[in-house]
């Protein structure tokens, strides 16, 4: 493969390819395979806001981690609730 920053477009040309791919990939998978691939993803995304969590707490007690994610994620619902936050673009 060649490096992508030898040619104005290769960078454009590979992120096209890699996008194809998973697409690709996507379509061939089973309703099964899909569940699975999002419950591990969920399951990556929640790890990830723990050790986030413990981190800004600078402790290793999972319990204060997990209470400090309950917080965020209550944080964002009433954000939402009082429409402060959409998922969908505002009229132009």
């Known amino acids: ?5 030898d040619h104005p477009t290769a960078l454009k040309d590979l992120q096209d390819s890699i996008y194809r791919e998973k697409v690709l990939l996507a379509r061939a998978m089973t309703t099964e395979e899909r569940i699975s691939a999002v419950l591990e993803q ?3 995304q929640f790890g990830m806001m723990l050790a986030g969590a413990m981190a800004r707490l600078g402790t290793d007690d999972k319990n204060l981690g997990w209470q400090e994610v309950r917080k965020g994620l209550d944080r ?3 954000v939402r ?3 402060l936050y959409s998922t969908t673009k505002p009229a132009a």
């Open 76 to 78: 964002l619902d009433r």
């Open 81 to 83: 609730e009082h429409g």
């Open 42 to 44: 969920s399951e990556l």
């Open 1 to 5: 493969m060649p490096n992508p920053h």
